[in-house]
């Protein structure tokens, strides 16, 4: 008897799902670190203001995360994702946008815009996931959503850090200018992550009861 049975990778809907998962935990931590970080190094913000402009969206994200419930059993987890993948990806191109010279309040609005997103998408997308299993298999199914989600964080932390840190190191420019274009390479690929993801979830067929 397998500890975690991971032939439930046949299922192509739980495969498809544990990918969007995958992508949508990536761009969630990596979101929360990168932006205090861009706004005190970037924009030259206190570290109370950096760490401040994130509260807002996470308190959008508790009430997203209990309307995203109601929505799912009037319209499906896949057009709520979608929705929830737009969002994402106009939210990190946005943030993009966001100058040196900027009020750091831009960031803060993107972020809700960012948070709204996630919370349309994570459990949507869990949901459609073990509604895929039998119930023999939904502690199989839990487990590996568990550690694809602690897998997907870390991930996201190493790859898109790296891309700032690389940035900061080649760059032959202020630390401040550098950590800018560093942030704004690491967003125009996690911007391009949501929209795959925007894309994978067109492709999702979730099954309805």
Partial sequence: ???????????????LAIILIFINMMLLLSTETILPMFAQDALGTSAFLSGFLLVPGTIILSVITFVSGNLYDRYGGKQIATIGFACTAVSLGLIN?????????????????????FGLT???????????????????????????????????????????????????????????????????????????????????KETRY
């Fill in 122 to 204: 994570l459990m949507p997308l869990v949901t459609v996931s073990m509604s895929e299993l039998g119930k023999a298999d939904i502690p199989h199914g839990s487990a590996i959503v568990n550690t694809v989600r602690q897998f997907a964080m870390a991930f996201g932390i190493i790859i898109l850090t790296s891309i700032i840190s690389i940035t900061v190191a080649v760059m032959e420019a202020p630390y401040a200018t550098s950590t800018y274009w560093g942030t704004s390479y690491a967003l125009i690929v996690m911007a391009g992550l949501a929209v795959l993801g925007f894309i994978l979830t067109l492709r999702l």
């Fill in 97 to 117: 946008t966001v100058g040196m010279d900027d009020s750091p309040y831009w960031i803060m609005v993107y972020f809700c815009l960012f948070m709204t997103g």
């Fill in 1 to 15: 008897t397998p500890v975690l049975n991971l032939n439930l990778f046949r299922n192509r809907t739980f495969s």
